[in-house]
């Protein structure tokens, strides 16, 4: 199998300009027509601490952020020593010597490229201009299309004025001839491009405020946590323009009740957060459900429980978003593969929540929420959007009236003649309160009728290869693209081997699962959390006895996990 | 659905209708003990109602969780029965969404002061465009006797069955500090003072809140009607409602004496959530058919 990708890993102290260098990078070479997947870690303090920038190029379509770097670039001693197990031997070490904080033994069998980057920057008066250095030796040493760079380092620095932009320009420059003047002993090299295509880059974050804006969204309820923050950052900036609301809220219990209140009034409303504020949001949710209010709730899931992990990822939400409220409430869960999924699945969670009148959630994770990728230009116009059915004006309004397919047309307040309550306790047709058995058990079946249908409303999970497999691998969320990837690779070695990913996950398309199931020796089920909660519900729902395969160390599957944990079972 | 934003200064009280205060009753009879305080300020809100003129197709009542909180059962309107605590942040996304609307919330002094007493601040600090009407019974009714925020330390109840350990809290007082715009106290029995705060609240610009005390006879016996009406008393003619010390004075003299203000204590004018909301959409140069490619291109490496 011929390389196509290249992997570089920068890696420092939070503050020396590792995420604006990889940053960079990554522009660089999507405007030069390469697919880019990023994967980052963030210091949790403010100040300092380990920072890591990954990034994966390619002419060829990525789907993950891959196994591990050919080419680790360290700003410091810790950087290394954190790093240093994965120099194997033909990888690459772009390292600050002399005049660095460390000064490695250099791994045989790897190439070694000193570049003196804090001295370098020193010299030129600019020491914030260290990460410059790098980047010059990078481009240098590996193709990364200078004149992109040049493009991307002007732009980044245009409005601190034009002596900053010289300075930058000055710091790379010499960091290209530091490494130039170097033997270049290794092969890596970015590819390059088959094409130029027309496209952007987004992280998962920013594309799920996209895709709210796209679906039509009016009201947004903030309460900032880590990772979700940059979807309210994204939608705070750019829903105004649409005259739309954007609030911070005291806490997630007041954001999910204001989402409740301004879809009541008519509004297509959402808020997003991470697993502690959707523990807060869960009594909400019951009402939400009871009272057949539309609303979308983002999850972006961190390392748990409790605090646990506030910058690592996670799926470990998967329990709380199907089941976290009292009494059988019901709701609809998606999870998002993709950066481009945070776009079309934020759309669909809108429609779905105003078509049934349900809440809705949506989960990304910990690693989606940072990557950057670049995706095809999303055609805004492209997508379907729906709008909740509205009472006709015929007849006598009964909010809840009993209908065939269990959906009741809503009326805004201000609609003549269709005053009503909205309430959390069992009521009948009118929504007057009434605890009879046979009204309470009318009303459940109505309820939750209304999701029967969106297993056949909802486009069937995707099925990756055809005929009988020797093992079927069902991944759900960012791991999905991980597993695409594995299962390439073990057929590419002649393994019988099929994925199922489904993005729709409650209600659980059971007999999706079953049909995949039918046509494999053996299920894997991998996930990013310890008690293997997917493996639980297709158990619970469905004939099927998948074995799970979870790992919980704060970090994302890679595919070569996936693929030696598949030799290991079928050996 | 992205309608064009409000008018930059919307009024609640945009739709008018002529009705008399029985036309706002909705046709179910109100669930209250015979007796019980919540009765007169339910009497007193369809006076408000019909004296302000609120089209009840723009009006939503909104309420939490407790025996007060029933309220939006019996006036004719949209509304939203909630969760116990929560009518605040929900009213404030309603009126939010839908600034022309005019939106009472009710609830009583658990719901508003212990569960959603966290609310409480946010609600005034933000100038919400609501009209806050509390029915302060001193006890949780409902759940049939337990202590609440502003129960007496000495009542036995349920869960103080030799008496309370703690200490009250004032609700006007807190308000008061939080930044509402209006705040206004009246007692169940005087249906002319209460009708009038309720209708002069709803006309203020602003958040609006009126504590109003409420007796229940049924789980609260240390303070009852008669005891209500005999400690209050009606700020005067002099007392400045512009004057937030003046305000705060007023009600700190008369709880050292053991007596309760009435009438309108504090009333200033400033800009409402959503008024600060639609001026910032106006300064971004916000509409609904704004190009969204203009926010994609943003995206393009
Ligand atoms: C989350 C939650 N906790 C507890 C309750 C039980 N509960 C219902 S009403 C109430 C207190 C009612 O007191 P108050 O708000 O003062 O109103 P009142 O009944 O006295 O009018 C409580 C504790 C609930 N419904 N929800
Ligand atoms: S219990 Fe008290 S508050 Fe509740 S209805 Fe009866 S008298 Fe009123």
Same mark, same amino acid.
């Given at each position: 199998m011929t390389k196509h990708d290249l992997i570089i890993r920068i890696a420092g102290?939070?503050?020396?300009g590792i995420i604006s260098a990889g940053d960079m990078i990554t522009q660089a070479c999507a405007r030069a027509g390469l697919d880019v997947y990023t994967f980052k870690t963030f210091p949790?303090?403010? *100040?300092?601490g380990y920072a890591m920038y990954q990034l994966r190029a390619s002419s060829e379509r990525l789907?993950?952020?891959?196994? /591990? !770097?050919?080419?680790l670039c360290a700003f410091n001693g810790e950087a290394y020593d954190l790093n240093?197990?994965?120099? %194997?031997?033909?990888t690459v070490l772009v390292y600050d010597s002399p005049g660095g904080d460390f000064e490695p033994d250099i791994p045989e069998g790897v190439h070694a490229y000193p570049i003196p980057m804090t001295a370098t920057a020193k010299d030129l008066k600019s020491p914030r201009a260290k990460n410059m250095v790098a980047l010059g030796a990078l481009s240098q040493l590996f193709d990364i299309p200078e004149a992109s760079l040049r493009e991307v380092i002007a732009a980044k620095f245009a409005r601190k004025g034009d002596t900053v932009v010289q300075a930058n320009l000055t710091a790379f420059a010499q960091g290209r001839a530091l490494a130039a003047a170097q033997t270049k002993t290794d092969a890596y090299a970015v590819e390059h491009a088959k094409e130029k295509r027309d496209v952007v880059v987004m992280s998962g974050n920013h594309a799920i405020g996209l895709g709210a804006l796209i679906a039509g969204l009016d009201f947004y309820s903030a309460y900032p946590i880590t990772p979700a923050t940059e979807i309210a950052q994204y939608v705070a900036r750019h829903l105004p323009k649409r005259g739309g609301t954007l609030i911070q809220a005291e806490d997630e219990i007041a954001s999910i009740s204001q989402v409740v209140g301004a879809s009541y009034a008519g509004k297509k409303a959402m808020t997003a957060t991470s697993g502690p504020g959707l523990s807060l949001m869960s009594e909400m949710l019951g009402m939400a459900f009871m009272s057949e209010t539309p609303c979308v709730v983002v999850d972006v899931q961190r390392g748990?429980?409790?605090?646990?992990?506030?910058?690592k990822h996670e799926q470990s939400d998967l329990f709380l978003a199907v089941h976290? /409220?009292?009494?059988d409430a019901g709701r609809i869960v998606l999870a998002v593969e993709s950066v481009q999924d945070c776009i079309g699945l934020t759309v669909q969670a809108f429609n779905l929540a105003e078509k049934y009148q349900v809440p809705v959630l949506l989960l990304s994770d910990g690693s989606l929420a940072f990557s950057t990728q670049t995706i095809?230009?999303?055609?805004?116009?492209s997508y379907q959007k729906v709008e909740r059915k509205r009472w006709d004006g015929e007849g006598e309004y009964k909010r809840y009236a009993q209908t065939e397919d269990h959906i009741s047309p809503m009326a805004d307040p201000?609609?003549?003649?269709?005053t009503h309550i909205a309430t959390?306790?069992?009521?009948?047709e009118l929504g007057m309160p009434n605890y009879t058995p046979a009204n309470h058990e009318a009303m459940q079946a109505k309820r939750f009728g209304k999701l029967k249908d969106v297993v056949t409303d909802f486009p069937a999970a995707e099925i990756d290869g055809?005929?009988?497999?020797e093992l079927g691998i069902i991944a759900w969320g960012s791991s999905i693209g991980v597993v695409r990837e594995a299962v390439q690779r073990l057929r590419d070695e002649g393994r019988k081997v099929k994925g199922f990913y489904p *993005?729709?996950?409650?209600?659980?398309p059971a007999g999706q699962f079953e049909a995949f199931g039918a046509t494999c020796g053996r299920l894997l089920i991998p996930e990013?959390?310890? %008690?293997g909660q997917l493996a639980h519900f297709v158990r619970a729902e469905t004939s099927l006895r998948p074995e799970s395969y979870t790992v919980c160390g704060g970090l994302p599957f890679t595919p070569g996990m996936i693929v030696r944990k598949v030799k290991e079972m079928l050996a | 659905m992205n309608a064009p934003h409000p008018v930059l200064h919307p009024q609640t009280h945009l739709h008018k209708v002529a009705l %008399? /205060?029985?036309?706002? *009753?909705?046709n179910v009879n109100p !669930?209250?003990?015979?007796?019980?305080?919540h009765h007169g300020v339910l009497t007193s809100l369809l006076r408000a109602l019909s004296e302000v003129g609120v089209d009840p197709n723009f009006l939503v009542n909104i309420s939490g969780i407790g025996c007060s909180s029933r309220?939006?059962? !019996?006036? *004719?309107s949209y509304k939203m029965h909630t969760l116990h605590g929560r009518a605040g942040p929900v009213a404030t996304g309603a009126q939010l969404a839908r600034p022309d609307l005019a939106i009472v919330v009710s609830g009583g002094d658990g719901d508003g002061f212990?569960?959603?007493?966290?609310?409480m601040p946010h609600l005034a600090r933000k100038n919400v465009n609501v009209t806050y009407v509390l029915m302060d019974n001193?006890?949780?009714?409902l759940t049939k006797c337990q202590a609440s925020?502003? /129960?007496?330390?000495?009542m036995k109840t349920v869960t103080t069955p030799?008496?309370?350990?703690e200490e009250p809290l004032d609700p006007v007082l807190y308000m008061l500090t939080y930044g509402a715009s209006y705040v206004a106290q009246s007692y169940a029995a005087n249906a002319k003072l209460t009708t009038r705060l309720i209708k002069e609240g709803m006309e203020h610009k602003g958040f609006a809140f009126i504590n109003v005390l409420s007796h229940c006879p049924t789980f609260n016996e240390v303070d009852d009607a008669k005891s209500f009406k005999e400690a209050s008393d009606e700020v005067t003619a002099?007392?400045?409602?512009?004057d937030l010390d003046a305000a705060m004075h007023v009600v700190n003299m008369a709880t050292r004496a053991g007596r309760i203000p009435t009438g309108l204590l504090y009333k200033v004018e400033r800009p409402t959530l959503d008024e600060r909301m639609a001026e910032l959409v106006q300064r971004v140069g916000g509409?609904?058919?704004?190009?969204?490619k203009q926010i994609i291109d943003l995206s393009r490496p």
């Open positions: 102290e939070g503050g020396e949790a303090e403010i *100040k300092g789907y993950n952020q891959g196994d /591990s !770097f050919d080419v240093h197990t994965r120099l %194997q031997p033909g748990g429980p409790s605090t646990g992990l506030p910058t976290g /409220s009292h009494g095809p230009y999303p055609d805004p116009d201000g609609t003549h003649g269709a959390g306790l069992e009521h009948n055809d005929g009988e497999a *993005k729709l996950l409650c209600p659980l990013v959390n310890y %008690q | %008399q /205060s029985k036309e706002y *009753k909705d !669930f209250w003990c015979p007796g019980c305080g309220l939006p059962y !019996f006036v *004719k212990s569960i959603g007493g966290g609310h001193h006890v949780y009714g925020p502003t /129960s007496r330390r000495e030799y008496g309370g350990v002099e007392h400045d409602v512009t509409h609904a058919d704004y190009d969204l």
